[in-house]
């Protein structure tokens, strides 16, 4: 969810939207002026981010390696 | 390996004519083009490009430093809700900063500070300080407590135990987050283009992106750019390597 440059660099979306990623998505939404709707992917971004580390937390709970 | 072969042929295809770059894509040049070299310095703004960079990275680097080591040195003194402000500042890290593309915007034009470097000072700050909060308490926690204690019973307030005391004890773990603070905003990409406009307030990675035209892309001009990019880095890469190595393998030590 933090690679932007390497998809935006290379393909710019790929022929069509084969290759269009979240931040990628969102920056051409801005570019747009259609910034409400980049705010909201970007607030999806951070909620999945959420989730994603609450599930690593209750997943490695008093295990080997686990977040303090 | 693999990273170092995609750099090679850069600087190799730097010394290349756009055609031959093309036609023949992995053989030395056939002549050793200086023109790239000669259209890359003599880009407009290339200097205050540069200029730009420098600034924004020694500042972020001063300013996230300064507030780390202090919120480390806050978060040592044990207190009721230690644990959870650390814990807060720490999932910082996992955040995508890219979703704060908007936020970010929208601050900086109501801050004033849209075009100026100091909109990219404040977001690069933001965002390199949770790791350095990691690194910094981390090392922290190696100097003992005894010390701080015989400063107060010697006389020292809060702050000047923080300023005559923990710095200068911690200055090998500054140094580490240092390295890293000061290559995040060189290479920093997307939050550049965002909040600069002007040729004043350009850093280096944007106006590389500038010798993309519409309809010409001029790729060996552009690798020649690139190649001057990179000079600065790896001379300062072979000045604090030792300092790098040493702050991460004496946090390995540790755990």
């Known amino acids: 969810m933090k690679t932007f440059e390497l998809p935006f660099v290379m393909t710019n979306g790929g022929p069509g939207t084969t290759t269009q990623i979240l931040p990628l998505l969102m920056y051409k939404k801005f570019l747009n002026n259609e910034s409400s709707l980049a705010n909201a992917i970007g607030f999806t971004m951070v909620t999945i981010g959420i989730i994603a580390i609450l599930l690593v937390k209750t997943l490695t709970k008093n295990k080997e390696g686990s977040l303090e | ?255």
Not at chain 2, 10 to 19: D, H, P
Not at chain 2, 49 to 69: D, E, Y
Not at chain 2, 112 to 133: D, E, G, Q, R
Not at chain 2, 202 to 221: C, H, K, N, W
């Open chain 2, 1 to 255: 390996m693999s990273t170092l072969m995609p750099l090679i042929w850069v600087i190799l295809s730097s010394f290349k004519t756009n055609q031959e770059i093309f036609t023949s894509t992995f053989s030395l040049p056939r002549e050793w083009q200086i023109q790239n070299y000669i259209n890359a310095i003599r880009l407009d703004g290339l200097f205050e490009a540069f200029r730009n960079t420098i600034a924004v990275s020694v500042i972020c680097t001063f300013i996230t430093t300064l507030v780390a080591s202090m919120a480390s040195y806050a978060l040592m003194q044990k207190f009721k809700l230690t644990k959870k402000i650390y814990y807060f500042l720490i999932a910082g890290i996992y955040v995508p900063i890219n979703a704060f593309m908007v936020p970010y915007f929208i601050l900086s034009i109501v801050t004033k500070t849209y075009n100026t470097i100091w909109a990219l000072i404040m977001v690069y700050s933001a965002i390199n300080l949770p790791m350095a909060v990691l690194i910094l308490k981390a090392y922290m926690d190696t100097i003992p407590k005894e010390i701080c204690e015989s400063a107060v019973v010697d006389g020292c307030s809060f702050s000047k135990t923080f300023f005559k005391i923990i710095l200068p004890l911690s200055l090998p773990g500054m140094s580490t987050i240092g390295v890293f603070q000061f290559i995040m905003p060189w290479n920093e990409f997307l939050f550049a283009t965002i909040l600069t406009q002007d040729k004043a307030s350009r850093t280096l990675q944007v106006s590389i992106r500038f010798f993309m035209g519409t309809f010409v892309v001029d790729y060996a001009s552009m690798f020649a750019t690139m190649v001057v990019c990179l000079v600065p880095t790896i001379f300062a890469y072979i000045l604090f390597q030792e300092q790098v190595i040493s702050g991460l393998t004496s946090g390995a030590l540790k755990a």
